[in-house]
């Protein structure tokens, strides 16, 4: 007999994992739901895009490497590990330090709600699809991502938080974005996702007195599964030369731009959880875009100059001027208003003195397929 699993580590499908979460969804919390359900530009968002664009492409001239990654994929090397056990170590949230405490839940929530973005985007593709590559591709990523947002749901459980993925997905906004514009968006994500779960693993292997949470002991093997997305990515824009030539270099240095901004800006919202994990900010953010600026070669002729002295100083003035609207949001009336724009307009120069840092050009290899090997 076909038993349904009980718990979405061990689902198969992403309908699985989802019908396993929606059972507990009666003990996920409001706050946490209404965090997840918030739209900036700094918190994870919801995509929607051109289906029958994306079903129409054609794997044929990536078929080797295409086949050998669903291949790797339908394997399924993961299956059964995201839940917890017997290295799952007792977490004292009780005794944890309020503000780590509340930027390590905030951290769970917005990496919860990044899971399930990818998961709701996928699921839909694989759904609307009847191209056979593109629906097969497109479940096996809504599978893992169902099963990783499942397993930060159940670390955001014991602190008496969780998300309501089934509310998320009637009611959160989503935001359009062309074909292509979801390629260079999720592709990036996916491989940035890699490189901070991976720099985050190898660093508390070296300094386990700084693991302060057993999640982080599972994150070898996710960051695997976002390494193969990031794959499936970069082979689906090989298909179609014109996706990273021409015009298209512009798009993608601005969302090489955009990426990179966000995740320091937010990361720089948590110093407490940096610190806990015994790592500097600046350090923490210089290592993850080095390595995601390694692995896009394979596809984008270009990388950032994170190098040119411009780039820390675009930074940390956008840090800034997010500060300054976050503070004139807090404070409201006139003055709260008048510090909002102007902290708006700041931001705005910053990226704008970001994005016109000069790239490095470099000739992209012959075929795209990378393994993990940091
Ligand atoms: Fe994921
Ligand atoms: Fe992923």
Redesign the pocket.
């Known amino acids: 007999m076909n038993m349904m699993p009980k718990h979405s580590a061990d689902a198969t499908t992403v309908e699985e994992g989802l019908a396993i979460q929606e059972e507990q969804a009666k003990f996920d919390s409001k706050a946490a739901t209404e965090v997840a359900m918030q739209n900036t530009l700094l918190t994870p968002r919801f995509y929607t895009t051109d289906f029958d664009e994306l079903d129409a492409i054609d794997v044929t001239p990536v078929r080797d490497d295409w086949d050998k990654l669903i291949a790797q994929m339908e394997s399924d090397p993961n299956k059964g590990h995201f839940k917890k056990n017997e290295d799952w170590d007792h977490v004292d949230w009780d005794g944890m330090d309020p503000t780590l405490r509340k930027e390590f839940i905030d951290f769970l929530i917005s990496s919860c709600t990044?899971?399930f973005s990818?998961c709701v985007l996928y699921k839909e593709m694989k759904r609307r699809g009847n191209n056979k590559d593109i629906t097969q591709l497109f479940q096996l990523m809504a599978r893992?991502?169902a099963r990783?947002?499942g397993f930060i749901n159940d670390a955001l459980r014991e602190a008496g938080v969780a998300v309501n993925l089934g509310f998320l997905t009637q009611k959160k906004k989503y935001t359009y974005f062309r074909p292509k514009f979801i390629y260079y968006a999720t592709y990036l994500s996916?491989k940035i996702?890699y490189a901070r779960y991976i720099t985050i693993f190898r660093h508390l292997e070296a300094h386990p007195e700084h693991r302060f949470h057993p999640i982080f002991k599972w994150f070898e093997e996710?960051c695997n599964?976002?390494f193969s997305?990031g794959e499936a990515f970069a082979l689906l824009m090989k298909t179609d030369p014109k996706l990273t030539s021409g015009i298209n270099v512009y798009w993608i240095k601005f969302f090489l731009t955009a990426v990179y901004a966000t995740m320091y800006v937010r990361d720089h919202q948590r110093p407490a959880f940096h610190e806990a994990l015994g790592v500097d900010t600046d350090w923490y953010a210089r290592e993850v875009f080095t390595k995601t600026s390694e692995l896009t070669k394979q596809i984008f002729p270009i990388t950032l100059d994170i190098d040119n002295p411009r780039w820390q100083r675009g930074c940390e003035a956008l840090q800034r001027a997010n500060v300054q609207i976050a503070e004139g949001k807090a404070r409201g009336g006139v003055g709260g208003w008048l510090a909002k724009t102007t902290g708006s307009a700041k931001a705005a120069l910053a990226f704008v003195s970001l994005y016109t840092i000069p790239v490095q050009k470099h000739r992209v290899p012959a075929s795209t397929r990378l393994e993990p090997a940091y």
């Open positions: 990044a899971e990818g893992d991502e990783h947002a996916e996702g996710w599964d976002e997305h």
